[in-house]
């Protein structure tokens, strides 16, 4: 028996967490068809194929907490022999651990959801083998639902996620936007990929491209694609305008955390993807990496090919779904109509001052509620809204005249 004694031991728990952008009520959400995640959720959570990650700080608090699980408070990474939780936990998610316990994909789904928190906003992550487990996100109640992984458009288990995910919400009150990556690596610059395979192309938003960053011990590169950041960019705009106006752009559209974008655009590239309703990403000298695109996947000219405008219409659908419930089971006659048309105005009013409408107009009286619609139990109104549209094409003309011949 060794002699009485006293010990020492550090444990490195230097993996920093990334700086965040302002809160946003903003709820992002992803699907991962592998279960790569699932070893980051409590047992209810695996139990239900899904999680919620309120913040950046949560994130990096699950990966701790599963290394110091896996080896009862002791962690080491192969070769160490030091204790090193930081170091450990920086090999996991930088793709450079060679011990077991982790899959090969972690990496490539880590990153998406990290680069997402980083603009503030809360995400659930879901997973399971395939699409088995996209039950119990499918129901959950958030804004966006972006691509994760890496795979492309085309027979993409991760892109099938999505589009399953915003076609079914587009059928309940509670609609939500997905963001599909068009990786640049598959992409003829001249033959645009076809819209996914979801239905409702207005509730797409499909982005060009991966950006280059550090991992998290700055020292080397991480490719990711830019969903994530994209569907962060609808965040920020939730946080300091209204989901009514543009996430592209030098006000709401920078991309964080990005040393270089993989392939940089030509302009006339810019035009063919843009003119295929996918968005691109730029860089600009002296003002950053923007989103430089807000279309959506719909290819008519409808207004609804804009983000801002697809979002507006999701948000007045959330919003008037409690007030058309408050008339079920209510006499269909005058007074019940009144207090609709009351309730409904006064939430269009409120989007008229905050810059989402220019006009609108709510009929719902005996033109559209007839003796045969009332005696059939049904409630009919029709709500006609002039949303404002984004600035896309700016002409400024500069002559030398004299400008006193002009005044």
Request: proline content about 4%; overall charge negative.
């Amino acid at each position: 028996m060794p002699r009485p004694n006293v010990r020492f031991r550090l444990i490195d728990q230097s993996l920093v967490v990334p700086v965040t952008e302002g809160f946003s009520n903003t709820v992002g959400a992803v699907y991962n068809p592998t279960n790569s995640l699932k070893v980051l959720g409590n047992t209810a959570e695996k139990e239900n194929n899904y999680y919620f990650v309120p913040s950046l700080e949560d994130w990096y608090s699950r990966l701790n907490n599963y290394i110091i699980g896996q080896v009862n408070g002791i962690t080491f990474l192969d070769g160490i022999t030091a204790y090193s939780l930081g170091s450990c936990a920086g090999s996991y998610i930088n793709g450079t651990y060679t011990g077991s316990g982790i899959s090969a994909g972690f990496t490539l789904e880590w990153w998406p959801i990290q680069n997402f928190l980083q603009y503030g906003a809360g995400c659930y992550v879901g997973f399971g083998n395939g699409l088995d487990g996209i039950t119990g996100i499918k129901d959950a109640s958030f804004d966006v639902i972006f691509q994760g992984g890496r795979s492309g458009i085309a027979g993409s288990q991760y892109a099938n996620a999505v589009t399953t995910i915003v076609d079914y919400k587009d059928t309940t009150e509670t609609p939500c936007i997905g963001v599909v990556y068009v990786p640049s690596s598959t992409l003829s610059i001249t033959t645009a990929p076809s819209v996914p395979s979801g239905t409702n192309s207005k509730n797409y938003i499909r982005v060009y491209g991966e950006k280059i960053h550090l991992d998290s011990n700055g020292e080397n590169t991480i490719e990711t694609s830019l969903v994530a950041d994209v569907a962060g960019c609808l965040a920020r705009t939730d946080r300091e305008a209204y989901p009514w106006f543009s996430p592209a752009g030098s006000s709401r559209g920078r991309i964080l955390n990005v040393l270089r974008l993989k392939r940089t655009l030509t302009v006339s590239e810019q035009d063919v993807l843009y003119e295929n309703n996918i968005n691109p990403v730029v860089t600009f000298a002296g003002e950053g990496t923007l989103l430089f695109g807000d279309k959506t996947g719909d290819s008519s000219s409808s207004t609804l090919s804009r983000i801002n405008v697809s979002r507006l219409f999701m948000y007045v659908k959330k919003a008037l779904a409690p007030v058309a419930r408050s008339v079920l089971f209510e006499q269909n006659d005058s007074n019940t109509r009144s207090r609709f048309v009351l309730a409904a105005e006064g939430f269009l009013d409120r989007i008229v001052a905050q810059n989402g409408i220019t006009e609108y107009k709510v009929i719902c009286d005996t033109s559209n509620n007839t003796p045969e619609i009332v005696e059939a139990n049904y409630f009919v109104a029709d709500i006609l809204i002039k949303p404002i549209t984004s600035v896309n094409f700016v002409t400024i003309t500069l002559t030398n005249a004299d400008i006193s011949s002009t005044i």
